[in-house]
């Protein structure tokens, strides 16, 4: 029976691909202003359906996040630099279908910094490793083509932390559409 169970469930899989634009920014009390950033996303997903209206998708994307900020300087003016991480982030989340096509998200996002730029030098002081969340919704279009906002919020600071006085945190939203076979 258990047999008969599992195989049913891996039949009706799904797998797919994305690609999207995000527009993302960064906190931080050392900040005296912050200015909203355009990247890029693109990668893997699967969708794994557990009952007729809640399913399991994780995720596998290539993103980019950064903020172009004001510092405060003390005993001075601010100083502008601009911050680009690029990540490899895994998401993995709960979608709960409220119509056959319409669906909200929402989970965790485990996300691994590939490499880090600060005013367009490489830098080493952007933390290997940010646990993030991330809540949204999708819509399925006919012939496996869907799209999808997200809202993306950093949990753990962005840098490492004996590097900076202040925590810096990742938060934007992403907007995307994608092909489901």
Known sequence: MFTGTTVKAQESVLYGFKAGVNFTNMKS??????NTMTGLNLGLLAE??????????????YSTNGTDADIIQYGGGPISREYV???????VLAKLF??????????PSFNFLVNGKIDGEEEEYGSSFELGGALGASYKFGGGFFGSVRYMQGLTDAFVRENYEYNIYNYGFQLGVGMMF
């Open 48 to 61: 794994i359906p557990l009952t007729n209206r809640f399913s399991l998708q994780p995720e596998v994307l």
């Open 98 to 107: 409220l119509t056959e096509s319409l669906s909200l998200e929402a989970g």
């Open 29 to 34: 009390d050392n900040f005296s202003e912050s």
């Open 85 to 91: 991480l690029e990540y490899i982030k895994v998401p």
